[in-house]
């Protein structure tokens, strides 16, 4: 059974930054695509980030040249270091790893950005 564990959510000031972490746990095979999605109260979840396995990445508008994602296949890991974090930041932010067959979802890490 594989399961994404996820940590480095928080509280931080505006101007602030995190460091997301997301390691799969189990053994997975073909994974595609890496990502990170958010979901805001009252709003759908989006596409933050995504990292495919020739190190492409795309990014939301929002989040260019604030957020970085990276990954580290020999640990099944997947980063995202936010910088210059803004108010509008603050959302539950999930890991999605997706292969030709299967996908896997984080349990989600809650990250507030206070004015």
């Known amino acids: 059974q594989v399961q994404l564990v996820e940590s480095g959510g928080g509280l931080v000031q505006a101007g602030g930054s995190l460091r997301l972490s997301c390691t799969a746990s189990?053994?997975?095979?073909?994974?595609?695509?890496m990502a990170w999605y958010r979901q805001a109260p009252g709003k759908q979840r989006e596409l933050v980030a995504r990292i495919f396995g020739d190190d492409t990445t795309n990014y939301l508008d929002s989040v260019k040249g604030r957020f970085t994602i990276s990954r580290d296949n020999v640990k099944n890991t997947v980063y995202l270091q936010m910088n210059s974090l803004k108010p509008e930041d603050t959302a539950v932010y999930y890991c999605?790893?997706?292969?030709?067959?299967?996908?896997?979802w984080g349990q989600g890490t809650q990250v507030t950005v206070s004015s």
């Open positions: 189990g053994s997975i095979f073909s994974i595609n695509v």
């Open positions: 999605n790893f997706k292969g030709t067959y299967t996908e896997y």
